[in-house]
């Protein structure tokens, strides 16, 4: 499982400033086309997260796919050239849709 880390900052909470170190990354069976929802967050909001994410999925049905957590690099934004590679994302969790 590959992923980059896009944002700056936490996407739970608009209000919230912190460097995301983890990635959810829900994947469900939608019929047709699997289903996709991602979003990087700070520690703080991660079980948050990962509880809107499973209770969206349940309120359409979904109940074919799992939300997977990475531990991601926070530092990559910072990193300049000549600097090592960020670290590749760690998968440390995968919870399965009911």
Not at 8 to 27: G, K, M, W
Not at 65 to 73: K, S
Not at 77 to 98: E, G
Request: charged share 15%.
């Amino acid at each position: 499982m590959t992923t980059d880390v896009l944002y700056s900052h936490c996407q739970a909470d608009h209000r919230c400033n912190r460097t995301p170190c983890f990635e959810a990354q829900l994947v469900a069976d939608g019929g047709m086309l699997p289903i996709h929802r991602n979003a990087e967050l700070c520690a703080d909001h991660l079980g948050d997260m990962v509880q809107a994410l499973t209770a969206w999925a349940r309120s359409l049905g979904l109940t074919r796919g799992q939300v997977t957590v990475l531990a991601i690099d926070p530092t990559w934004h910072v990193r300049t050239a000549d600097q090592a590679r960020p670290c590749k994302p760690f998968q440390f969790a995968a919870i399965p849709l009911t």
